[in-house]
């Protein structure tokens, strides 16, 4: 079983719409967590970290639940320009070192 | 200000031939990362370096993969006799606190 386990999709929605994707890290000692933005042939961005008491970035919300270990991240109203790969991101639990730990990726097609 | 650079962009190998990658970070930052990316799948950690020390080679696939950062900054990932399997994006971050900046990645192609 993967660290980090993502629904690859790929998600189509129309501009506009609603996107949610979620997330599962089976490492309970980690410790921090992110959500990463790869375009296409491009390296991965960072797009926000995760806090457990939830924190908003504009259109992006993104929460995570200790307890069952899970990390959410909700896209509102679409634009083209959000097609892209969403990577979870936790960072190790087991070392002070902060390698991450990505999961697979999530591929957003938002269409007109 | 500049970012991470990573050279060559692009490497086309035969297999058994040794290459090396190249990676700049951004000046001042501690801490480097190489990551490697098969297709389709999300970057795996390989190894981490703060200032020229190796702290952690853990992800690095075979011994056939060495990595060095003598003076603590530009780092080099060199892979030896190079196999099909390794054909990837190799990825270099760098960090001063805890966001990972990536450089644009080299595409390896072993033939």
């Known amino acids: 079983r993967k660290e980090v386990e993502q629904d690859p999709g790929p998600f189509n929605v129309p501009e506009g719409a609603t996107v949610a994707f979620n997330c599962t890290y089976s490492?309970?000692?980690?410790?921090?967590f992110f959500w990463y933005r790869q375009d296409c042939r491009k390296e991965p961005k960072l797009l926000m970290s995760?806090?457990?008491s939830g924190n908003e970035d504009g259109r992006f919300t993104a929460q995570l639940n200790r307890a069952s270990q899970y990390i959410s991240l909700l896209i509102r109203d679409s634009k083209l320009s959000d097609s892209a790969t969403y990577l979870c991101v936790v960072n190790s639990g087991s070392s002070n070192t902060g390698k991450l730990i990505f999961g697979q990726g999530t591929t957003l097609q938002v269409k007109p | 200000g500049a970012g991470v650079s990573q050279s060559p962009r692009y490497k086309v190998a035969k297999r058994g031939q040794d290459v090396a990658l190249r990676c700049d970070p951004i000046s001042g930052h501690v801490s480097l990362f190489w990551y490697q990316q098969a297709l389709g799948q999300g970057p795996e950690f390989l190894t981490y370096f703060q200032n020229e020390a190796q702290l952690d080679k853990s992800g690095l696939p075979s011994d056939r993969f060495f990595a060095e950062r003598p003076e603590g900054s530009v780092s080099t990932l060199k892979i030896q006799r190079t196999q099909q399997e390794d054909s990837a994006v190799y990825l270099c971050?760098?960090?001063?606190?805890?966001?990972?900046?990536f450089g644009p990645g080299t595409r390896l192609t072993v033939t």
């Open positions: 971050a760098s960090t001063q606190t805890h966001e990972q900046y």
């Open positions: 995760v806090y457990s």
């Open positions: 490492n309970s000692a980690s410790q921090s």
